[in-house]
């Protein structure tokens, strides 16, 4: 199975570090990608599945085809890579299933991990067909014994634009999320 597609997030904080300049619709970029899976459990099946839920949110049902103790691959149409210690269940060959995010590669790819003896190639051309900017009401939160400001889940919102504006869209704190297509099936 190959994806073509995929709604990835992006923290302005990845931008604002330098890493990348303000992504725009219409532009391509060679850009690599991140997952975080902590439920993730192995799979008897053996066959790529990849189904959107929201946001950059996914089901998959992915084999397993990198592992380290500091990073592991994963396919499931796409190659994306997650800079932890894989689960001790887990071992390249091996097939996962469950939810997963994706993101941008904020650098740990293409500054390092890409070095690593083995590492799969996760570089792909990705044309940026559209931008959205989180526009989630902001709450304060003291559950933990200190103030902070998380998004209101239940009032989930987002808005088109034609580009990011790291250092301006929401006072810096931006959350995007950049629909992409595989630049080469355009």
């Known amino acids: ?10 923290n302005s904080w990845i931008i604002q570090d330098g ?43 992915a084999e397993v085809i990198f592992a380290t103790p500091e990073v592991w691959v994963i396919d499931f149409g796409i190659k994306v890579f997650c800079e932890a210690m894989p689960p001790r269940f887990v071992s390249s060959g091996d ?21 690593i003896a083995g590492m799969p190639d996760l570089f792909t051309d990705w044309l940026v067909t559209r931008v959205q900017l989180e526009t989630t009401p902001w709450v304060e939160d003291a559950s933990e014994g200190r103030m902070r400001l998380m998004r209101n889940i239940e009032h989930d919102s987002w808005v088109d634009k034609e580009a ?18 595989k630049s080469a099936t355009i």
């Open 164 to 181: 990011t504006d790291a250092w301006t869209d929401d006072e810096g704190r931006g959350d995007y999320l950049l629909s992409l297509s």
């Open 1 to 10: 199975m190959q994806v073509n597609k995929a709604i990835v997030g992006l």
């Open 95 to 115: 097939w996962v299933e469950g939810e997963i995010w994706i993101g941008v590669d904020p650098f740990f790819y293409k500054d390092r991990l890409h070095r």
């Open 19 to 61: 890493n990348y300049g303000d992504f725009r619709v219409g532009e391509s970029y060679n850009l690599a990608l991140e997952f975080n899976g902590p439920a993730l459990m192995l799979s008897s099946t053996r066959l790529r599945q990849c189904k959107r839920r929201h946001a950059s949110y996914y089901n998959v049902i």
